[in-house]
């Protein structure tokens, strides 16, 4: 493995078990502490990071085949998604400050962005 092909396997490698604490976090500690409302967040949260830790997992395996910037746009795209998208909605489900939903579309636009940009490179490879 490559420098960006093993740093991809292993962000998402640690993203998706991040997901599955905070899955457990929220099933357990979180239950009975937030609202209903809340706590559904708090699941879109984990679901969404799960999907991309699993793309990133992904970037990772196509980085390992080929090089190029459309792989790399697509490792951090969705790196930048799970950030924006993921954390605005723990930080909405814990706190209750309804500006921070704000933010939560441009982690959206990310993780959309980087969906393409992997089957943009999916297409170009040789």
Do not use: K, N
Request: proline share 2%.
């Amino acid at each position: 493995m490559r420098g960006e092909d093993r740093a991809c396997t292993a962000a998402g490698a640690l993203s998706a078990a991040l997901a599955v604490v905070c899955g457990a976090f929220g099933a357990h500690a979180l239950r009975g502490q937030l609202p209903a409302e809340r706590l559904l967040i708090w699941h879109t949260a984990v679901e969404y990071q799960m999907y991309a830790a699993l793309g990133l997992l992904a970037v990772g395996a196509a980085a390992a085949r080929q090089a190029g910037r459309a792989v790399s746009w697509a490792g951090w795209l969705l790196l930048a998604g799970t950030v924006l998208f993921s954390g605005s909605l723990y930080a909405l489900a814990l706190s209750g400050v309804r500006v921070l939903g704000a933010i939560t579309p441009f982690g959206g636009l990310c993780f959309i962005a980087g969906w393409v940009c992997l089957a943009a490179a999916a297409l170009r490879e040789r």
